[in-house]
């Protein structure tokens, strides 16, 4: 049974690897974009910072189903050519439901703003309407919602998911050390207890506020509505399209056949069913993130470095240094690449991996420009791996800072001796051989040579910080401590140097280089896609038998694996920090 199921196994990958590779053996033939075709922009989408170039990329061989992502390089690429491009009848925004940070959002809506300037359409339609789609729609000359349909608009709000019971039942302690000082560092408030400390509760309520005026400001600019008008309707809880469009929220509801019929007068088509419709990722791909697809001998490197970062080789989510370091050292030798822009996305991780990725950072910046452009997170180990550019640019609700340092450790004494009844016994040649052993707690002694490591993190971390940005070390602390801003608040604070976009960091990496005639280039590589799907099924298919097999403890599977994954020392924020 055992030789039949691998055998099985065997054959069914193969299958599916021919299945695949005839399907990209078909060439089709070179895009071509028809007068008054329109760009569609699907908002019923997760956003990352990029998305790999095949339709399998999102296609989870386990349900058999494709979850539709989108990437930002894509849809400002997209969005920057069909500005200029008179083939580009308009854009369309269909449906309301984006999953996107906060600031990814402001970089479409940004672009969206950009592309209205040429004085073509955007029109969009949805049944339902998220705050999120709300803030993009907003920019629409018309946004429909079906009006018996369903809109959301009730304020922002963090959540913040605590484990210290969930632990306790598994007989799983954690051994949490924070640095000196650190007060603010609440990435370890979810395994020290069930509630939200006092610091914590300010210093998200400060940031929410922050990030709720800009969008108060923003949605305020496109419906002519007063922040204090639009607070009122928040605090109402209106959930009716045809409410929200007396009031001036959206500017009209209508049917989906009433939304084609006035999109096909747009285009200067006869009927919905001959207007060309071509999404960013197909017109995008011949574009580069200015929206030029002429080629140019001097580049711009942008380097994307989105998710945890870790040690190791990491992959398209998720910062490995190994990765991100090679791709900064391969643009710092190119003497193509005139210049780098640094483009970060991540709540940070390991320090020993953000360190080594700061100095691939330093040993840029003495031969080249280098400019860090912050996503919906930077902070943290984010916020050490872009502290040492020449220029750092972030979004106004772009979420910064955490600068300060924790160890995390698990003990599973109780799990080991009382629920398992597995009893370890260690013989040990020296006083602190056996640091570590899972079945028993730190010492007295050993509590404080770990609260010695992580103040030394804490305090390069300091200096990495103070060196990078010009400031004195007290200064440093005084801001850092674990205590997290917006792009805002950093901006006036130093943090960051401007605020703006990814698209405003390729200008100044351009500038600072003398350059006027450049073309934008992406690294790291992108992984195969075949090599990556097949690695997916491989992965997919024995997690999913597992957890099949544990049914109800698959829960306390994954809550050990996340709490595996962030031991160590840590430049790191929040865990699970949701703000929607």
């Known amino acids: 049974m055992l030789l039949a199921s691998i055998f099985g196994g065997a054959i069914l990958i193969f299958i599916l690897f021919i299945f695949f590779a005839s399907l990209a ?228 509801t209508a049917y989906e056949d009433e939304v084609q019929a006035i999109l096909a007068n747009a285009a200067g088509k006869s009927s919905y069913r001959q207007v060309d419709f071509i999404s960013p990722a197909k017109y995008g791909k011949k574009y580069d993130l200015n929206g030029k697809k002429d080629y140019s001998d001097s580049r711009v490197a942008v380097i994307v470095a989105q998710g945890d970062i870790n040690s190791g080789e990491g992959n398209e989510y998720t910062i490995g240094s190994d990765r991100i370091a090679r791709a900064i050292r391969k643009a710092r030798l190119d003497d193509k690449i005139k210049a780098i822009v640094l483009r970060v996305n991540s709540p940070g991780g390991s320090a020993l991996a953000s360190e080594v990725i700061w100095r691939e950072v330093a040993l840029a910046r003495d031969v080249k420009p280098v400019i860090a452009s912050m996503g919906d997170v930077a902070a943290s180990g984010g916020y050490y791996i872009s502290c040492y550019a020449d220029s750092i640019f972030a979004q106004e609700n772009t979420i910064t800072g955490s600068i300060g340092a924790f160890g995390l450790f698990f003990t599973a004494e109780e799990l080991m001796h009382e629920k398992l009844g597995i009893n370890i016994e260690t013989v040990k040649t020296n006083k602190y051989s056996d640091l570590g052993t899972i079945d028993r707690d730190l010492s007295p002694a050993e509590n404080r040579l770990m609260i010695a490591q992580i103040d030394r993190v804490y305090g390069t971390f300091k200096e990495r910080v103070a060196e990078g940005r010009g400031m004195s070390i007290a200064r440093v602390d005084s801001l850092g401590q674990g205590r997290v801003y917006s792009g805002e608040d950093a901006l006036e604070l130093g943090l960051v140097d401007a605020l703006g976009g990814l698209s405003d960091a390729i200008d100044a990496a351009a500038g600072k280089a003398g350059l006027s005639d450049y073309t934008v280039v992406s690294y790291p590589e992108m992984v195969d896609p075949f090599q990556k799907l097949l690695e997916d099924l491989s992965e997919s298919m024995g997690e999913a038998k597992i957890k099949a097999e544990l049914g109800q403890f698959a829960y306390y599977l994954e809550l050990l694996e996340k709490a595996q994954s962030r031991q160590g020392l840590q430049t790191r924020m929040e865990f699970d920090l949701q703000i929607d």
């Open 25 to 252: 053996s078909i060439q089709s033939p070179e895009l071509e974009v028809k007068d008054g075709t329109v760009l569609r922009i699907d908002l019923n989408a997760q956003f990352v910072e990029r998305a790999q170039n095949n339709p399998f990329e999102s296609f989870d061989p386990i349900a058999g189903q494709m979850e539709s992502a989108s990437g930002l390089d894509k849809i400002i690429s997209a969005l920057k050519a069909a500005k200029d491009d008179p083939k580009i009848a308009g854009v369309y925004l269909e449906g309301g439901l984006p999953l996107a940070g906060n600031a990814t959002l402001l970089e479409i809506r940004e672009a969206l703003i950009d592309f209205k300037s040429s004085g073509k359409f955007i029109y969009g339609y949805s049944e339902i309407l998220s705050q999120k789609g709300l803030y993009l729609a907003s920019v629409a000359d018309t946004f429909f919602v079906n009006p018996q349909g369903v809109l959301e608009f009730s304020g922002l709000s963090a959540s913040v998911s605590y484990y210290q019971k969930a632990l306790e039942k598994l007989g799983v302690k954690p051994v949490v050390i924070r640095a000196t000082g650190n007060k603010f560092k609440s990435a370890v408030e979810p395994f020290l207890g069930q509630e939200m400390t006092d610091a914590n509760r300010m210093q998200l309520t400060e940031l929410l506020g922050s990030v709720w005026e800009n969008y108060l400001n923003d949605i305020s600019a496109s419906t002519g509505l007063s922040a204090a008008e639009l607070n009122t309707i928040a605090d109402s809880l209106m959930t009716s399209p045809l409410a929200a469009a007396d009031m001036g929220l959206i500017k009209a």
